[in-house]
T-cell receptor
Framework: EPEVTQTPSHQVTQMGQEVILRCVPI?????FYWYRQILGQKVEFLVS????????KSEIFDDQFSVERPDGSNFTLKIRSTKLEDSAMYFC?????????????FGPGTRLLVL | GENVEQHPSTLSVQEGDSAVIKCTYS??????FPWYKQELGKGPQLIID?????GEKKDQRIAVTLNKTAKHFSLHITETQPEDSAVYFC????????????FGSGTKLNVKP
């Protein structure tokens, strides 16, 4: 069964450094998402992406964050200058068409620790 | 915006018993409600979902019920097995374009053999 993959599984970085989290969505899916989960808190929406553009972003997704689909398979989340509070599990998800009420398939996540 | 509350945060049952997890939502425009199971070290996996045009959906040992008037929905697992032990998340979506999900806080289910 096709699945969403993410790399790396764990990332440790120093505050102020840039990190890039990578995701490979399911191949025929057109809509891509990033969510994050701070330890002990809810999974929160960050951004949705379609046709090489951001469709929607949350208030969390400030100028330090960016997303990109650099090629036909990868979908990346970049944090330009990491802060301690960026430490969280980051999940990538994809859905086939993005229409209302459609299932999103999640990757296994990248655990980011900012020191 | 939407707010999804989930209870209980932890649930321990004996193998073979039933487990029920409840969620409430605040936005009456929400119309899609998926449930995800997350095992240790893995991402959330969809186990069942329900849309607002039905009140109940069942898939083998798993069922979901939806009460639109009261704005709550529940996950029911019957004949629980140790492999059902995981964290379960409910979510709600308005079903509009791009389909942003609002998640509950999760329930850690422990099924004791």
């Amino acid at each position: 069964e096709p699945e969403v993959t993410q790399t790396p599984s764990h990332q440790v970085t120093q505050m102020g450094q840039e990190v890039i989290l990578r995701c490979v969505p399911i191949s025929n899916h057109l809509y891509f998402y990033w969510y994050r989960q701070i330890l002990g808190q809810k999974v929160e929406f960050l951004v949705s992406f379609y046709n090489n553009e951001i469709s929607e972003k949350s208030e969390i997704f400030d100028d330090q964050f960016s997303v990109e689909r650099p090629d036909g398979s990868n979908f990346t989340l970049k944090i330009r200058s990491t802060k301690l509070e960026d430490s969280a599990m980051y999940f990538c998800a994809s859905s086939e068409t993005g229409i209302g009420g459609e299932t999103q398939y999640f990757g296994p996540g990248t655990r980011l620790l900012v020191l | 915006g939407e707010n999804v509350e989930q209870h209980p945060s932890t649930l321990s049952v004996q193998e073979g018993d039933s487990a029920v997890i409840k969620c409430t939502y605040s936005d009456s425009a929400s119309n899609y409600f998926p449930w995800y199971k997350q095992e240790l070290g893995k991402g959330p996996q969809l186990i069942i979902d329900i849309r607002s045009n039905v009140g109940e959906k069942k898939d083998q040992r798993i069922a979901v019920t939806l009460n639109k008037t009261a704005k709550h929905f529940s996950l029911h697992i019957t004949e629980t097995q140790p492999e059902d032990s995981a964290v379960y998340f409910c979510a709600a979506s308005k079903g509009d374009n791009f389909n942003k999900f609002y998640f509950g806080s999760g329930t850690k289910l422990n099924v004791k053999p």
